[in-house]
């Protein structure tokens, strides 16, 4: 019996429903990379990442801001889920996302492990090894990506791994530029085996600005996560119009931040550090072009 199952059978208890402001969730969209390339896909393809983005970043919030017992609610996330695949969802964000699930027969695996990396952070706030924390993006980012590449028609292999490369690196982007608000979190997502590496304490995480050791510390993450970005470019040339568009603005943006965490001396907590619009777009058109640079 699947853990879904069982709780439609536990009663009202078993699951509490998040209450989040839902214009806060989807006004998020104009901040991230993935709405913003997603501006320059047709209408129809446009509403279904929307779809898909709504759920991700719907489920991102219960775990990391809802009020109250997280846990339960994303029980509450997965039995929506599974209502929203059958077309019988009565949350806004799961009736749309019903509906693009049903048009283009999206699978349930990769909401499941959405929901389940948010359990995760119920759980887990340190990774010992760098292995651990990619099979932590295999269930937070990574699956994003493929959805995205359901919405654009692929599905084989090929696309599938240069897509998870891609995700896993916009995931560690994420995690390096912030380190600190993570760290006043009570989450560490730099792995405990580099901190020892580099001689780097976790204290030094909350400082008011990095510490050499750190600075050295997280020019070798920039790197590491740099190397999976390049890895994907691949993914841009299988695709092609908007579709190829929109993941070049991906994978433009990511290294434009990276660009910026580099170009700030790696001081990612005396400061945010947030690359510029011209920026995103100039690293974009690089990519696009085949002429991305490290």
């Known amino acids: 019996m699947t853990a879904v199952a069982g709780l439609r059978g536990a009663g009202p208890e078993a699951a509490e429903q998040p209450q989040l402001d839902m214009g806060d969730v989807m006004a998020?969209?104009?901040?991230?990379?993935?709405?913003?390339?997603?501006?320059?896909?047709?209408?129809p393809v446009?509403?279904?990442?929307?779809?898909?983005?709504?759920?991700?970043?719907?489920?991102?919030?219960?775990?990391?801001l809802a009020p109250g017992d997280?846990?339960?609610?994303?029980?509450?996330?997965?039995?929506?889920?599974?209502?929203?695949?059958?077309?019988?969802?009565?949350?806004?964000?799961?009736?749309r996302l019903g509906r693009s699930a049903a048009a283009l027969g999206l699978e349930r695996s990769p909401f499941a492990n959405l929901i389940a990396a948010n359990r995760q952070d119920q759980r887990v706030d340190r990774y010992a090894s760098y292995?651990?924390?990619?099979?932590?993006?295999?269930?937070?980012?990574?699956?994003?990506?493929?959805?995205?590449?359901?919405?654009l028609g692929r599905s084989d292999e090929l696309a599938a791994g240069l897509s998870d490369k891609i995700c896993t690196g916009l995931q560690l982007v994420e995690h390096w530029q912030d380190v600190g608000e993570d760290y006043r979190a009570g989450r560490i997502y730099l792995?405990?085996?580099?901190?020892?590496?580099?001689?780097?304490?976790?204290?030094?995480?909350?400082?008011?600005?990095?510490?050499?050791?750190?600075?050295?510390?997280?020019?070798?993450?920039?790197?590491?996560?740099?190397q999976l970005l390049?890895?994907?470019?691949?993914?841009?040339?299988?695709?092609?119009g908007s579709g190829r568009i929109a993941i070049a603005g991906f994978v433009g943006g990511?290294?434009?931040?990276?660009?910026?965490?580099?170009?700030?001396?790696?001081?990612?907590?005396s400061a945010s550090?947030?690359?510029?619009?011209?920026?995103?777009?100039?690293?974009?058109?690089?990519?696009?072009?085949g002429k991305a640079s490290w």
Do not use: M
């Open 28 to 43: 998020k969209a104009s901040t991230e990379n993935f709405t913003v390339a997603s501006r320059l896909l047709p209408a």
């Open 191 to 226: 792995p405990l085996d580099d901190l020892e590496r580099f001689g780097v304490e976790e204290r030094d995480l909350g400082r008011p600005s990095v510490t050499p050791a750190l600075k050295r510390l997280l020019a070798f993450e920039v790197g590491r996560a740099r």
């Open 70 to 95: 997280r846990e339960r609610q994303l029980d509450w996330v997965e039995v929506e889920l599974d209502r929203a695949l059958d077309g019988h969802a009565e949350h806004p964000v799961f009736t």
């Open 230 to 240: 390049h890895e994907g470019l691949p993914l841009v040339r299988l695709l092609s």
């Open 254 to 269: 990511g290294l434009a931040q990276l660009d910026a965490i580099e170009r700030s001396g790696y001081d990612v907590l």
């Open 273 to 289: 550090v947030k690359a510029s619009k011209v920026a995103v777009a100039s690293r974009s058109l690089h990519v696009l072009a």
């Open 131 to 151: 292995e651990d924390l990619a099979a932590y993006c295999a269930l937070s980012a990574n699956p994003v990506g493929r959805l995205v590449l359901a919405v």
């Open 46 to 64: 446009r509403e279904h990442f929307l779809a898909v983005y709504g759920f991700a970043r719907f489920v991102d919030d219960v775990g990391d």
